[in-house]
């Protein structure tokens, strides 16, 4: 067999994060920077050796004054050190106009659209053979890579009309985005020409500081000094406090986690153990029903299920996510009546959550008199109907139940108008080389079927252990993608989706063979819905159908959702 086809199998070291892995002196160079100083080489495996980390996960990027690093608003996984010059950044809620958005057009033209419709049929799962040349194979003009973005902005002009602030070498920057998978917080450009800066990606920051304990430290330590005061200058509740207040409040809160990075194979094997109706038993309890409020929660990110006690057991009443509170109401209620309030209802972590504890005298102090109570208009909610009620509260029982609330971008069928066609299915598969990348079955609800299709998670925890990075957001828009080029096939993905949306597929040649590698096995890739980030009209499953059966919907939009259900 071909030795070209026979090396198809991608490996974890054979894309490096740069044009070229980093050489012997420049890896000395960064494991010498305060921040990695501390890191001992003795304590990573044999497998998994430091300098081969920072060599193959991390790149050298050299930027001229006004170039944009990173925007606020775009989704990063990775994390920055200074060598040469100073960045500037700027984090008022102007951001986002003065740093004009990615124009990159990734979509296929018109005339591409139209010929997908009439390529030859290819085998299942086909895959061209690779370049002959991989990785660190390929000689690059410089040891440093150009920025990603043609994006510049005016440094002066910015600073005068908005105001910056100023880090130098050796500072980090960009770990909150990398450590929490969230978007950025705020947009950082060169402040200085021949700015040099050190880029570790995900994968490259996860491994260290799981097994670096002093790397951890530094790292969560930043996380917290600087996470707390952005938080809260992006909450609402908080907007209309000064920066003394602000700074007050961040210095006296607390930092609290609940349940794990890996609550999704706890998750996936209750479900199969048990069902839907008993998972709220394996879920941490964060507050219980009755006991004292000692301050105010801020979800800052992950999920928290709301629940009252029903005889023996609880039910579900609503849920949390980021930027939502609990406890301002009871401590509100206290204030009235100079008297100790309990919880009204009982807190359970639903997966990994982050919350920031602030204590009642601060919400007391800083927040309560800057809030309008909220007096309902005439007829809010009053005109519900009992049968809307039950709706709604089964919905939101089975959301929750199956932790769909996480889905940014779910794929609901209405089973009162879907006939069964497969529209969706086909044009699925056309728009994807003709590989449809969802099966239309799923959970069900009434009339609604939540579908087996990736929900481009708002925690995304399929993006957790690849070690190559395959899996990973789109910069601009969120959306959660697999680069086929860099996938080794280990299944983590796959294994880490608790929704079971994501599937391993054995990959074929031109002639229909399955590819092999050396061994004579055959290759897997993870496959799933890429939300036809590429195709013109968006999701060809929504588009394609013709009854309206069809949507793909922020689950948490309940509202809406009910609308088209009805």
Known sequence: ????????????????????????ETVARILSLPG???????????????????ANDGRLRRFQRGDVIIRKGDYGNSLFVILEGSVAGLDSSVAEEAV?????????????????LFAHTRPPEYRAARPAERGGQRPPASMTDAPDESLRVDVDELAGR??????????????LAALTRSPRTTS???AEDETLLFELRWQGLRDIREWSM??????????????LAIRLQECPIFKNLTDSALDEIARDSL????GGFDWMHRFKSAMGRRGADQIIEQEQLIYEQGTHVDG????????????????QGERTIGYLSRNDTYGLDEIAQSQRSDSTIAAQAGLRAIGYVDIIRIPTYLIRKHVLPTLIPHIPSQGESADKSRDSEEMRQGLMDFFVDHRFINGEHAMVINLDRCVGCDDCVRACATAHDNNPRFARHGYTFENAMVVNACMHCTDAVCLIGCPTGAIHRLPDTGTVVIDDNICIGCETCANSCPYNNIRMVDIRDASGAFMLDRDGQTISRATKCDLCNTQLTGPACAEACPHDALTRINIRDTEKLLQWLR
Do not use: C
Not at 36 to 54: H, M, S, Y
Not at 100 to 116: F, G, I
Not at 162 to 175: C, I, N, S, V
């Open 1 to 24: 067999m071909d030795a070209e086809v026979r090396d198809e199998r991608n490996r974890r070291w054979d894309e490096p994060f740069g044009e070229v892995r980093l050489d012997g």
């Open 36 to 54: 990695f100083a501390d890191v001992r080489p003795e304590d990573f495996p044999p497998q998994l050796p430091l300098k081969g980390i920072i």
């Open 100 to 116: 004009l958005p990615d124009t990159t057009n990734r979509r296929k033209s018109w005339s591409q659209s139209l010929m997908q």
């Open 162 to 175: 908005h105001g910056t602030f100023t880090l130098e070498a050796p500072q980090m920057f960009g770990e």
């Open 188 to 190: 950082i450009f060169a």
């Open 214 to 227: 002093p790397f951890k430290q530094r790292i969560d330590q930043l996380y917290h000094e600087r996470g």
């Open 255 to 258: 930092f609290e986690t609940y």
């Open 296 to 311: 105010m929660l801020l979800i800052n990110n992950g999920f928290v299920r709301v629940t009252e006690r029903v005889d």
